[in-house]
T-cell receptor, first 115, second 116 residues
Framework: DTEVTQTPKHLVMGMTNKKSLKCEQH?????MYWYKQKAKKPPELMFV???????INESVPSRFSPECPNSSLLNLHLHALQPEDSALYLC??????????????FGDGTRLSIL | AQTVTQSQPEMSVQEAETVTLSCTYD???????LFWYKQPPSRQMILVIR??????QNATENRFSVNFQKAAKSFSLKISDSQLGDAAMYFC?????????????FGKGTLLTVNP
């Protein structure tokens, strides 16, 4: 069973659309992550939230806007995306950002296609 | 900067046989964590095994074991009695235990095929 739930599973949007990806976990984890993954490539870190505050932004374009409304929920707001943004977007969580030995738990991902 | 290298883009194994996936890494840190993650096709990425660098004993999880050679900066994964469900992309990953950036650094992955 997936402990990190991502919705929607698939999303097709035009370059002028605004959409949001949602991620939810109920494991009491205080660190949450967004990754971008291209086919047959490793995940690339985009953002890290620790205790609902943005800790790391890996120089992600502003057309991606993360939000952490509470400790269980993580959103990724999308606007004016480019075709090269088509990818699998993974959400993950871990006990705490400052506990590097604790593994990250990944969701199934949202497969995003930009027309 | 830390780097993780998986030199085998693809591997195949017969069902019930043993296969070893290679991983090397480069770091100047003395304390860190190493992970193997498994990502089956269109399914979520899950942790297979974890190794703490200061522990000399190799980690084992059922049919999965590692050969951790700290001096050689090598962290290979051995899968025994391979099963069809082991078919997946396997990622080796490194995470420092010191400093403030605990970013997970992944290798490029090894695609494992299990033949019946």
């Amino acid at each position: 069973d997936t402990e990190v739930t991502q919705t929607p599973k698939h999303l097709v949007m035009g370059m002028t659309n605004k959409k949001s990806l949602k991620c939810e976990q109920h494991m009491g984890h205080r660190a949450m992550y967004w990754y971008k993954q291209k086919a047959k490539k490793p995940p690339e870190l985009m953002f890290v939230y620790s205790y609902e505050k943005l800790s790391i932004n890996e120089s992600v374009p502003s057309r991606f806007s993360p939000e952490c409304p509470n400790s269980s929920l993580l959103n990724l707001h999308l606007h004016a995306l480019q075709p090269e943004d088509s990818a699998l977007y993974l959400c993950a969580s871990s006990q705490e950002w400052g506990l590097p030995g604790q593994p990250q738990h990944f969701g199934d991902g949202t497969r995003l296609s930009i027309l | 900067a830390q780097t993780v290298t998986q030199s085998q883009p693809e591997m195949s194994v017969q069902e019930a046989e043993t296969v070893t996936l290679s991983c090397t890494y480069d770091t100047s840190e003395s304390d860190y964590y190493l992970f193997w993650y498994k990502q089956p096709p269109s399914r979520q990425m899950i942790l297979v095994i974890r190794q703490e660098a200061y522990k000399q004993q190799n980690a084992t999880e059922n049919r999965f074991s590692v050969n951790f050679q700290k001096a050689a900066k090598s962290f290979s994964l051995k899968i025994s009695d391979s099963q069809l469900g082991d078919a997946a992309m396997y990622f080796c990953a490194y995470r420092p235990s010191g400093g403030s950036n605990y970013k997970l650094t992944f290798g490029k992955g090894t695609l494992l095929t299990v033949n019946p």
